[in-house]
C-alpha cells in the first residue's frame, strides 16, 4: 500500500515552500517519523516526516521545486520494500534529476553519495560540507541515529587544515586543477527562499519606515566583573553561562518601558503600544539572519533568557527552528561584536520600530575624574522608525541602555 508524503502546513500567512534536500532516496527503509525531505519556506527551514514507516519510492517533486501546502511530494511504500518492476521506473527520473545538484555544488558531496552508508543531512550540516569542502563519507556522525552534526564537520576541517594532504591525492586533485586555467572562477548559486525574504524585507523596511540611528558608547567594567565573580557559580547553578545579552535584554526592558513608543508598531493609521516585551534575538543561520523570539523578557530572569538564547541558538545552526520560533517580537537585539564588528547601523525588523545593536568591546581610554584611564568599552546603536519615535526618545532610551549596563544595580532596583 501506497502512503503518500504531503507538504505539511507551514504556519501562518506561508502557503509554499522549496524542496531542499532528500534527506532519504527511493528504495531506501524509512522509519515512523524519520525526517525524510527539507523544506525551505520564507522564514525557516522544515524537515518532514515519514508518516509511515517502509520504503521511500517514488519522488514526486524533486530539489529545487516549488511546492504548496497539501502538496504530494513523493509515496512510501508502506510494509516493506516495493516491488523491482514498480520501484526503478520511479526512482530512475529522481535520481536523474537530482544528480546534477549535489555535483554542481561542491565536488566533495559525490563520494556520499557512492558510499549510500551515510547519514542523511540537515540544512545546517550540508552548508557546513559545502563550506569547508568536506567528504562527509569520511567523517564519523555524532548526532542522533549516527547523524553528522555541524560541529563534526568543524572539526574535519580544522583537522584536515593541521595535516598535509597525503601524496596518493595529488593525481586525482590534478584534474580539478587544470581546468580553471585562468584562474577565474564564477558559480552561480539560486538564492534560498529564506535570503530572498531576506532581501524583501530589508529593502522594504528602508522605503517604508523613516529609518535614523542614535550612538552611545558604554564602558563594560561593572558588567565585566559582575560576571567574573558570579559566572562559575551562575553556571553550576542554572546550567548555563552568564553571557552580556541577559544584561541588555533587561536593560532594553527598562527603556522600553520608559519610552512604551520604542515597544510599539504602526499598523495602518493607528499606533499598537504592548505592555509585554517580546525580544527578536538575532541569529546567524546557515542560510542566513533569522530572529527566534524571546517572550516576556519582562518577566524572565537572566537564566531564563540565556537559556532561552543559547536554545534558539543551538536550533539556529541545526537548522530546527520552527515557525513559531520566529513569530512576533516588538523589539530586537543584534549582536554584530561576535563577529568583530566595531561600529554599524543596524535595519528595524519590520514590523518593528527600533533595534538595539551590539558591538566588540575592546580597551579604550576615557576621561574619568578628570584623569586618563583605560576601560572596555561597546559602541552601541539604536536603529529607529522616525515615524512613530522622536529624536529625544530614542536618544533617552539608548541613555537609559547604557546607564543600566554601567551600573547594573538599576537593573535590581528599577531606575
Not at 128 to 150: C, F, Q
Not at 271 to 285: K, R, T, W
Request: glycine letters at 8%; charged letters at 20%; aromatic letters at 4%.
Amino acid at each position: 500500500m501506497s502512503i503518500e508524503v504531503k507538504v505539511p502546513t507551514l504556519g501562518e500567512s506561508v502557503s509554499e515552500a522549496t524542496v531542499g534536500q532528500w534527506l532519504k532516496k527511493p528504495g531506501e527503509a524509512v522509519a515512523l517519523d524519520e525526517p525524510i525531505v527539507s523544506l525551505e519556506t520564507d522564514k525557516v527551514a522544515v524537515e518532514v516526516p515519514a508518516p509511515a514507516a517502509g520504503v521511500l519510492g517514488a519522488l514526486v517533486a524533486n530539489e529545487g521545486d516549488t511546492v504548496s501546502v497539501g502538496a504530494l511530494l513523493a509515496l512510501i511504500e508502506a510494509g516493506g520494500a516495493p516491488a523491482a518492476s514498480a520501484a526503478t521506473p520511479s526512482a530512475a527520473p529522481a535520481a536523474a534529476a537530482q544528480a546534477p545538484a549535489p555535483a554542481s555544488a561542491a565536488a566533495p558531496v559525490a563520494p556520499a553519495e557512492a558510499g549510500g552508508d551515510v547519514a542523511a543531512l540537515s540544512p545546517a550540516v550540508r552548508r557546513a560540507i559545502l563550506e569547508y569542502g568536506i567528504d562527509p563519507s569520511t567523517v564519523k556522525g555524532t548526532g542522533k541515529d549516527g547523524r553528522l552534526t555541524k560541529e563534526d564537520v568543524m572539526a574535519a576541517a580544522a583537522a584536515k587544515q593541521a595535516s598535509p594532504a597525503p601524496a596518493a591525492s595529488a593525481p586525482a586533485a590534478a584534474p580539478a586543477a587544470a581546468a580553471p586555467a585562468a584562474g577565474r572562477n564564477e558559480e552561480r548559486v539560486k538564492m534560498t527562499r529564506l535570503r530572498q525574504t531576506i532581501a524583501k524585507r530589508l529593502k522594504s523596511a528602508q522605503e517604508t519606515a523613516a529609518l535614523l540611528t542614535t550612538f552611545n558608547d558604554v564602558d563594560m567594567t561593572a558588567v565585566m566583573e559582575a560576571r567574573n565573580k558570579y559566572k562559575d557559580v551562575f553556571e553550576k547553578k542554572h546550567g548555563v553561562k552568564l553571557g552580556l545579552m541577559s544584561f541588555f535584554a533587561k536593560a532594553s526592558v527598562l527603556a522600553l518601558k520608559d519610552i512604551p513608543s520604542v515597544n510599539a508598531q504602526i499598523q495602518g493609521d493607528e499606533i499598537v503600544y504592548f505592555d509585554y516585551v517580546d525580544i527578536s534575538v538575532a541569529v546567524s543561520a546557515p542560510n542566513g539572519l533569522v530572529v527566534p523570539v524571546v517572550r516576556d523578557v519582562d518577566k524572565l530572569s537572566f537564566a531564563d533568557i540565556e537559556k532561552a538564547i543559547a536554545n534558539y541558538g543551538k536550533a539556529a545552526r541545526e537548522g530546527t527552528l520552527t515557525m513559531a520560533d520566529m513569530a512576533g517580537g516588538t523589539f530586537t537585539i543584534s549582536n554584530g561584536g561576535v563577529f568583530g564588528g566595531l561600529m554599524s547601523t543596524p535595519i528595524i525588523n519590520p514590523p518593528q520600530s527600533a533595534v538595539l545593536g551590539l558591538h566588540r568591546i575592546e580597551d579604550r581610554p576615557v576621561v574619568r575624574n578628570g584623569e586618563i584611564v583605560i576601560r572596555p568599552m561597546m559602541y552601541i546603536a539604536l536603529s529607529y522608525d522616525h515615524r512613530i519615535i522622536d529624536g529625544r526618545e530614542a536618544v533617552t532610551a539608548l541613555k537609559t541602555i547604557k546607564e543600566a549596563i554601567e551600573d547594573p544595580t538599576r537593573l535590581l532596583i528599577d531606575l
